[in-house]
Structure formats: C-alpha cells, structure tokens
C-alpha cells in the first residue's frame, strides 16, 4: 500500500478545523501485530496472568466507573490501557513509525517534537464507557499547548460503535483560559457545532489538544480500540513531576546526540 504524504493538505485542514483524518496512516501487517498484541492482553487481563508491574497499568471499565460522573458499570471488560509501550516491542516501534511521524513533522512544521505517551482506549461490546465533553491540555501540564493528540484505530470508528466527536474550530482559544474543569464539560457549555469522526481501521486521528471532544458508548457487538498517543512541540515542556516510558525521546530530531538516542533506543 503505497504512502504518499501531503504535508500542505493535512496542515490546512488541522488549521482550520483543529482535527485531521488520515486513512491508511497504519499498514494492514502492523495493524494487525497490533491487533493480536491487544488480544494478547486481554487474555492475560482475563486469566489474572500479567505480571503486577504491567497490571497496574490496566483499568476496567467497573474502575473507572469509581471516578468519572454519570458512569455506572460492573464490568471487568478493559477499558484503558497506559504506558503501551510496556506491553511488547509492537508498541515501542510505534514510537518511531515512519508514517506517523511524516503526519506529525507536516502538522507541527518542525522535526524538533518529542513523544509524550502512548496508551490504548477500549470500548468493548455492550459497555458504558461513554466519554465526558473535554479538552485534554488540563491532563497534560505543559509549558505551551503546542501538543497533538495523534489516534490510531485498531478497529472501524462508526456512529454506533462509539466514534469520537469532535467540535470544530474549539480549539482556537487562549492558553490562559483553559480551564481545569474542561476534563469534564456539561454538554450546555459544549458548542452546537459537533462532527462524529467515522473512519476505517488503519486511520489516524490527530487533533489538537484543546479541541473539545467527547464519545458515546459502543452500541454494537464489536470491540472499537484507539491507540493514542500524545506528542509535544518544540516549545511545549512538561510541568508535573511525572514522566512516562521513554517520553522525550525525540524520533525525527536533527541533533546528533538525539538521533544516538533513538538508535541506541530503538535499533533505528
């Protein structure tokens, strides 16, 4: 499957919207590595085999019931997966595919951005695990909002199956009158001006971090997975004394020293 970038195209779009939709962004063989990776976890999650170091990373859906409003679930299904990259080398490479790092150069205009973390949303059959009205720069304690939210579905993103909406053009506003509450924002303070992401599996989703966006719950008998991974810019710098697996490695840097760094990390 041929990859063909179109820097100018993506970068117009995310402008003017705030989102970006690029099909094809992961290949169907890593895909489905991906895929059987996920699988894989959820088996051990199932049989109570993952080791504790890897199992405090994984919340179920009846976990986070216990702390996001309006959610009420008994379920022992995954709903969220951190620190991915633990979990298997499929997601550590992740960290420096070439397709998506072409996507995030084109939007950030800038070979200097740097990894934050990458986790795995699940929103299994039958599940409640509707996402709240938000904007995640309140999660992520930076210097700056120049971050991207990059998503990549393991799985089709449809109106039934709890697609992501998104609000264009909310993501135009001041970095100073970002709230801490808009984590959580009543569906009366959410502009009227709403678009449902459906796209096939292999798309990215990027978006930018103020964009207000939420999800209902999966509807159908299908799992819908999204690994998503959030990226920094050149003038964006952590402000919160935690730090995830292998953030600010920088994998298109033109520094020597940092491209020693993602060879000596990554084999690259």
């Known amino acids: 499957m041929n990859w063909t970038p179109e820097p100018d195209t993506w970068r117009q779009q995310y402008d003017e919207t705030g989102y970006l939709v690029v099909e094809n962004a992961v290949e169907p063989g890593l895909l489905q590595q991906m895929r059987e990776a996920l699988e894989r976890i959820e088996c051990?999650?199932?049989?109570?085999?993952?080791?504790?170091?890897?199992?405090r990373w994984i919340s179920l859906e009846r976990d986070r019931a216990k702390w996001v409003q309006d959610v009420q679930s008994d379920s022992n299904a995954i709903s969220n997966i951190m620190e991915l990259p633990l979990f298997g080398a499929v997601f550590q490479q992740l960290i420096v595919y070439p397709r998506v790092l072409d996507i995030l150069e084109a939007l950030f205009q800038s070979t200097e951005f740097a990894f934050h973390n990458y986790k795995c949303i699940c929103k299994m059959p039958g599940g409640n695990a509707a996402f709240q009205w938000h904007r995640d720069l309140p999660y992520l304690q930076h210097t700056s909002p120049n971050l991207l939210t990059c998503m990549l579905c393991i799985d089709p993103m449809t109106a039934e199956n709890g697609a992501t909406v998104v609000c264009p053009g909310s993501?135009?506003?001041?970095?100073?009158?970002v709230k801490d509450s808009d984590t959580d924002m009543p569906a009366s303070q959410v502009p009227e001006n709403r678009v449902t992401v459906t796209c096939p599996a292999g798309s990215a989703v990027v978006f930018h971090v103020n964009l207000i966006h939420g999800g209902p719950p999966n509807q159908t008998q299908s799992k819908r997975r999204n690994v998503i991974g959030i990226w920094s810019g050149p003038d964006a710098y952590?402000?919160?004394?935690?730090?995830?697996?292998?953030?600010?490695?920088?994998?298109r840097s033109t520094d020597p020293i940092r491209q020693k760094q993602i060879q000596m990390t990554f084999g690259e």
């Open 44 to 55: 051990a999650v199932a049989e109570d085999t993952l080791s504790p170091n890897l199992r």
């Open 171 to 177: 993501h135009r506003i001041p970095h100073d009158e």
């Open 238 to 251: 952590p402000t919160n004394p935690h730090r995830y697996v292998y953030q600010g490695v920088m994998p």
